[in-house]
């Protein structure tokens, strides 16, 4: 039986494979910048045989160095200790998942955002990723900061003001202590592109989510040399909620698009299947 983990800062999809039978379920995300080892194993479902595990590949969030890999795989090893694990970076998910083993651009749009170039065998260059407080422009996090600087800059329409308000009922104390003092924040961020998802007809909203995706272009899509030439592919639930606002801004940028997908799991199972 094999592994197969694609974790986001907010959900962690798992499949457990063999020859007869695939196992999903989903945990929390297990991003090494907000969990511990010990965290990363208790997540693990009880019913589940761990000792039938021979191969774990896991693809997470914040897995691109040596030292948060550590973290994540140490969490693995004290649940599944003879299995072969690799702990690697989501966006070689996204690459994989998408491109196959065709060159192209990987993005990956949820909570956070990142991308790459692909050689349909490697990551060759990667445009910085500088999460939630610097960059992760295009992301759930980034539409979810300007929505709450509208709301308390009073900048939005009076509608929405008054939506946002009998939904939330926030003020800046509880704000920020949910963005510097609690745990997550770059999830709490998130959680207003449902908001915006339910709004997004309004030219308020179209504003926010056109303008982070262009942000995403200008900062990230167009580093890469050729890149009008490639396939740009997308995965995440900010990708695939905003499809059309997506390509909107795709064309606007005289980009193609490839795919768009929400979750790599399937995709990544199936190429992992092999080593069966």
């Known amino acids: ?34 969990v511990n080892s010990a965290k990363v194993a208790e997540v693990f479902n009880p019913s589940i045989d761990l000792s039938k595990v021979e191969k774990v590949f896991f693809y997470g969030a914040g897995c691109s160095n040596e030292p948060s890999c550590a973290i994540i795989k140490k969490g ?13 970076h989501d966006l070689l998910a996204a690459a994989r998942a998408t491109c196959g083993n065709v ?33 992760d422009e295009g992301s759930g996090g980034d539409m979810g900061k300007e929505l709450l600087r509208r709301y308390f800059y009073k900048e939005l329409s009076e509608d929405l003001m008054h939506q946002f308000k009998l939904m939330f009922d926030l003020d800046v104390v509880k704000v920020l202590d949910r963005t510097y ?19 997004i007809d309004t030219a308020d909203v179209q504003e926010i989510v056109e303008d982070s995706f262009s ?38 940028y005289s ?22």
């Open 103 to 135: 060159e192209g651009i990987a993005c990956i749009l949820g909570t956070g955002s990142n991308s790459c170039f692909f050689d349909g065998e490697k990551i060759k260059k990667n445009v910085p990723s500088l999460a939630y407080i610097i960059g």
């Open 215 to 252: 942000k995403f272009f200008n900062r990230h899509i167009s580093k890469y040399k050729h890149y009008k030439s490639l396939h740009i592919n997308f995965v995440g639930s900010i990708a695939k909620v905003f499809e059309q606002q997506l390509v909107r801004v795709a064309d606007k």
């Open 181 to 199: 003092n609690q745990p997550f924040p770059n999830r709490f961020l998130a959680s207003f592109t449902q908001f915006l998802a339910d709004n």
């Open 76 to 88: 693995l090893i004290q649940k599944i200790p003879n299995a072969k694990i690799e702990v690697t």
């Open 1 to 34: 039986m094999i592994l197969v983990a694609d974790s986001g800062s907010s959900k962690t999809h798992w499949q457990f494979i063999s020859k007869d039978e695939t196992v999903a379920y989903e945990t929390i995300g297990l991003n090494p910048y907000f």
């Open 255 to 276: 980009t193609q698009i490839g795919e768009i997908i929400q979750s790599p799991i399937n995709n990544l199972a199936a190429y992992h299947k092999k080593d069966l």
